[in-house]
């Protein structure tokens, strides 16, 4: 039984001509893990472990919340937790963090409102 | 050669096990200081941070005066390069760049006291034990083929389930969605594409079967809540990873981790201090080990049996072994070589051993003519051998018998035929792995 954290209410700021960048950041070690950002249309970006990736302007966001979901693996005997950083165009969104004794291999969902600025 | 025998039934966790004869291992100890010691403590601190181990030290090593005291059955591992997160990933974590790399990632300390290290004529003394040890794994192509593997499978899953649970975390929210069948008829094509483009299916059949089963089985799952979704999509993920084989990979691929196939050497030293009158101002060092043991673990259908050797080198103060353990037979040095070989199966394991030991010393033996001093030499050799089968009655509780011959002991020649049946409780984080069967 794998446990799922969800984040939600998240909101961003952005510019209807900014290009935004959705970055993963795995801060503790051994994390083994892939990221898909659902966004508006059919293609949606993936992440595999820590990584950046384009999403669109911010007009394109509009709407309905954007939903990130990670799916992450911690293999590693020595580490004890996961510890996971979500940025969106370098500034920090949510911190993810949970000891290895709790779970480890969680599902992470992100819901996040692009507003206009 | 003189026989003795002996049944314990021992509880590993938590209980100590002072005055337990323990058998020389073949492996390098997990604490080569509490291996030289010779003690099995109830508790092995494992601080994670500098600072924990310092709260760790000053809490043990000072007395309600805040004077230093040895304390008593005290066991501390501390492994620096953990103390950080370094953002490794798992890749990294799996194939370091060079040797040195890994030195600095298994680099761990030892410590270990006790206040009850008998001396010949039965007196407690302070004893303290200092260790190091690293291991280095040698990976291999049938290594890499069966990580990139295991990787693979994690990969695809992860990327199925992602799918999955960003189209079910928006589906929950749209008006129409009341009740698990409204849910699960709206997923069918989504799981359905998942399973045919991120998975290993070999057709759109086996996809379309699977997701009919997992549909099925969604409609019995707890009732879809519209104001609290998140209970029945967590169970609808779980019931997605069940049928996928999700966790079983992951427990597969973490046991693998910890015991990869090919060669690995372990290196360990460990020297001990003791204070013969219990005062901070006389101490000596009585004896000092280093242990090499490599170990290869064979691949696929020969998966479950490993080989070990072992090079073990110990050094004895004989001045201390005359003066306090006046009935021993201590040699200078001890060097042991041998072999053991283990089986792993499903409920039970299998070990034997077979280690040689030499034992040399040069005893001051007068004055030549020209007054260079002269020594005698004097050599033995010993031999041990053990057989040991454990049988796991649960999870946690492991039944293991011993039977063989082990060394004549430098403290106690006696006692050299070993019989014991020891039953291990683990409770919590101790695990097989982790426990030494053979104290």
Redo the contacts between chains.
């Keep these: 039984?794998?446990?799922?954290y969800?984040y939600r209410d998240l909101l961003f700021p952005v510019a209807d001509n900014t290009d935004v960048y959705f970055t993963v950041?795995?801060?503790?070690?051994?994390?083994?893990?892939?990221?898909?950002i659902?966004v508006p249309g059919s293609l949606?970006p993936?992440i595999?472990?820590?990584g950046a990736a384009f999403i669109g302007k911010g007009k394109d966001l509009r709407g309905?919340p954007t939903?990130?979901?990670?799916?992450i693996?911690n293999?590693?005997?020595?580490?004890?937790e996961i510890?996971i950083r979500y940025k969106i165009n370098g500034i920090q969104l949510v911190e993810h963090s949970n000891a290895k004794s709790e779970e480890?291999?969680p599902?992470i969902?992100l819901?996040v409102n692009f507003t206009a600025l | 050669m003189n026989y003795s025998s002996a049944v314990f039934i021992v509880l590993i966790f938590p209980a100590s096990l002072f005055g337990q004869q323990v058998l020389n291992e073949l492996r390098a100890p997990t604490s080569p200081a509490s291996g030289v010691l010779g003690l099995q403590p109830s508790t092995v601190l494992s601080p994670?941070s500098y600072q924990s181990l310092e709260a760790a030290l000053y809490s043990n090593f000072l007395n309600s005066e805040s004077k230093a005291a040895i304390p008593n059955d005290f066991a501390l591992e501390f492994?620096p390069y953990?103390t950080k997160?370094?953002?490794?990933?798992?890749e990294q974590?799996l194939y370091p760049k060079n040797i040195g790399e890994q030195i600095k990632?298994n680099s761990s300390f030892s410590m270990a006291s006790t206040q009850h290290f008998l001396l010949g004529d039965s007196t407690p003394s302070n004893g303290l034990a200092l260790g190091y040890r690293t291991t280095f794994y040698f990976g291999n192509e049938n290594d890499r083929k069966i990580v990139e593997n295991y990787?693979s499978n994690?990969?695809s899953?992860?990327?199925i389930?992602?799918?999955i649970?960003?189209?079910a975390?928006?589906l929950v929210s749209r008006p129409e969605i009341k009740n698990n069948l409204d849910f699960v008829d709206n997923m069918r094509n989504v799981v359905t594409n998942a399973f045919f483009e991120l998975g290993n299916f070999n057709s759109l059949e086996d996809a379309k079967a699977l997701t009919s089963e997992i549909c099925k089985e969604a409609v019995t799952l707890p009732a879809f809540d519209k104001q609290k979704p998140?209970d029945f999509?967590?169970a609808f993920?779980?019931l997605i990873?069940t049928k996928i084989n999700?966790?079983n990979i992951?427990n597969k691929?973490?046991s693998y981790?910890?015991e990869r196939q090919g060669f690995s050497m372990d290196a360990a030293y460990a020297c001990m201090v003791n204070f013969p009158t219990n005062s901070f101002e006389f101490s000596l060092v009585p004896k000092q080990s280093l242990w090499l043991t490599p170990t290869y673990r064979f691949k696929d259908t020969w998966s479950y049996l490993k080989l070990m050797g072992v090079i073990r080198y110990e050094w004895y103060n004989l001045d201390y072994y005359r003066k306090y353990f006046p009935k021993s037979v201590a040699f200078t040095n001890n060097t042991d070589y041998g072999l053991a070989i283990s089986g792993e199966f499903k409920k039970f394991s299998i070990q034997f051993e077979a280690v040689g030991r030499s034992s040399k010393s040069e005893i001051p033996a007068g004055f030549d003519n020209e007054g260079n001093e002269l020594f005698r030499k004097e050599h033995s050799t010993d031999f041990q051998y053990l057989g040991s089968f454990s049988y796991n009655l649960t999870e946690e509780i492991v039944l293991t018998y011993s039977l063989g011959n082990q060394f004549q002991r430098t403290e106690n020649r006696n006692n050299t035929l070993v019989s014991l049946l020891n039953l291990n409780f683990g409770f919590g984080a101790p695990t097989k792995a982790g426990i030494d069967l053979k104290k």
């Design positions: 039984m794998s446990k799922t969800r950041e795995f801060i503790s070690d051994g994390n083994s893990g892939q990221t898909l659902n949606d993936e595999e472990n820590s309905e939903i990130c979901v990670s799916t693996a293999l590693v005997p020595e580490e004890d510890r480890k291999n599902t969902i819901f | 994670k492994t953990w997160n370094h953002g490794l990933s798992l974590y990632r990787r994690l990969k899953n992860q990327r389930k992602n799918k649970a960003s189209e975390e928006k998140d999509l967590d993920y779980n990873d999700a966790e992951f691929f973490e981790i910890k």
